[in-house]
């Protein structure tokens, strides 16, 4: 079993390197179905990693924090809290097995010293509070010290209740439980911006919630047709816009994208703007459509710009441009020769995410041959395994000297909008056993790379990586 570790960057180059900062159980170890991590998430300051495994478990990680002796440490992530957060179920209504798979985890912005997060599985969606207590109440009037009742009769004096210190104590405990209102599979969950209401994405309909109620929704999406014969399309993935609380985007498994405003009506079976790349004819396969489903959509920080993921190539679109994308970066174009033998072993249905950094210059994307993928509008800037592709948002590419990219690095760390993240340049990949991973979460910063300039490397500063593996490992860190 492997606790913290990984060594550091190698040094030489000039390119900077991948390296592993920290590594949580041995990867060549045996594990169980239900160990495998299903989906990470990191909250908005990168302090906390929350991962959700196939045995409907939630482990929490938190960041160290820097102290004097090292003020620009690595920052590894420690086992914070560890809860069941979903257990199976059977409906026998349909007599369908309901698994307790963590398919999704979205944190809260933090209001108060507590923590919120929402996790789902195919039905059911949770709100969990995660709290710290390092003080009990003692000297109760009717009780004692071991909580038992006291004799009535025998108390003859008042007494006031004392809080007395204890060991810390980190409790997650289930706040709502919003559940039947999904009939097919949920594959997506957004916070809005507004702090009060969420949705939630299954194969044909996107429900709004609110937070405070737990009895009902409000479908603001449907699909499905009145003959189920003549379904053509189903929503793959869903997301609020990161400002504008009014509007959300939801994707489909025939490569479109729909942006839809609920100010226009109560249900939003009329988008507002549709986002399609029309297909060349000279590329057309009996594959097309199945490469062509969407698996992730993601906005960017700013608002401006949104990113989809599909099967081959990760495309970024400019919401005042719906014709085509802006950029189109092929991840797996390598493997457009060999879809037959995909589509055989159903490895061509594999399901890939996409995120941004907390600046908008970078993203970041997962391969069928489970490494990351950066791609930099700088350029020159390490991309980790396959090479160079650079997002051009913005303006052309800036070739620059190894010595500059640090200083470029903070300007980017100290850029406003770093929503998913403000304290570590740190991404988390999930470990799938036997399939491609398909979940990565990216946490940036206003301190980011700056704060990680010693990080043995020679140019200055590196990006860790934090493997997560089975929550059956974790009570040994």
């Not at 906390?48 to 003020?71: C, H, M, W, Y």
């Not at 009769?153 to 209102?181: C, G, H, Q, W, Y």
Request: net charge negative; proline share 5%.
């Amino acid at each position: 079993m492997a606790g913290a570790g990984g060594g550091g960057c190698p040094a030489g180059g000039n390119d900077l390197q991948w390296c592993f900062s920290q590594v949580k159980g041995a990867i060549d170890e045996d594990v169980a179905e239900a160990d495998i991590i299903s989906t990470v998430e990191f909250n908005y300051s990168g302090d906390l990693l929350a991962t959700g495994d196939k045995g409907g478990r939630v482990v929490i990680f938190q960041r160290e924090q820097e102290n004097k002796s090292r003020p620009h440490s690595r920052g590894e992530y420690n086992v914070y809290s560890t809860f069941q957060s979903h257990e199976p179920e059977f409906d026998y209504l349909k007599s369908l097995e309901i698994e307790e798979k963590i398919n999704k985890i979205r944190w809260l912005p933090q209001q108060n010293a507590a923590h919120f997060l929402l996790s789902t599985n195919d039905k059911t969606i949770k709100l969990w509070k995660i709290s710290e207590r390092d003080k009990r109440a003692e000297g109760y009037n009717l009780k004692d010290e071991d909580g038992r009742l006291r004799d009535p009769f025998r108390i003859t004096a008042l007494r006031v209740p004392v809080l007395k210190p204890m060991d810390l104590m980190v409790e997650a405990s289930p706040r709502r439980v919003f559940a039947n209102a999904h009939t097919y599979h949920v594959n997506s969950i957004s916070v809005n911006s507004d702090h009060e209401t969420y949705l939630s994405a299954d194969d044909l309909r996107i429900n709004l919630w609110h937070l405070e109620i737990t009895d009902r929704s409000f479908n603001i999406v449907d699909i499905k047709p009145a003959n189920m014969e003549e379904l053509t399309e189903v929503i793959t993935a869903a997301e609020f816009h990161p400002h504008q609380c009014n509007v959300f985007v939801y994707s489909s498994s025939k490569g479109t994208i729909r942006l839809c405003d609920m100010r226009s009506s109560a249900l939003c079976d009329r988008h507002s703007k549709f986002f399609e790349e029309p297909e060349d004819p000279s590329s057309r396969s009996f594959f097309s459509e199945i490469i062509s489903s969407i698996s992730d959509v993601k906005f960017s920080h700013s608002g401006r710009y949104m990113m989809t993921r599909d099967y081959l190539s990760v495309k970024v679109w400019d919401l005042n441009m719906e014709s085509r994308p802006v950029e189109t970066h092929q991840v797996h174009e390598y493997l457009r020769s060999k879809l037959c033998s995909l589509y055989e072993n159903d490895c061509i249905f594999d399901k890939f995410e996409c995120c941004w950094n907390g600046s908008d210059r970078v993203a970041h994307v997962h391969t069928a041959a489970s490494l990351p993928f950066r791609h930099s509008r700088l350029g020159h800037l390490p991309t980790a395994v396959h090479g160079e592709l650079p997002l051009l948002l913005g303006g052309s590419i800036q070739h620059q000297e190894v010595g500059s990219r640090a200083g470029q690095a903070d300007a980017d760390a100290a850029s406003p909008g770093t929503a998913l993240g403000a304290k570590s340049t740190v991404w988390a990949q999930q470990v799938q056993l036997l399939s491609p991973p398909n979940g990565i979460s990216w946490a940036a910063s206003s301190e980011a790379r700056g704060s990680v300039s010693s990080m043995d490397h020679p140019h200055g500063w590196c990006l860790p990586q934090v493997g997560c593996l089975p929550h059956s490992m974790v009570d040994g860190f």
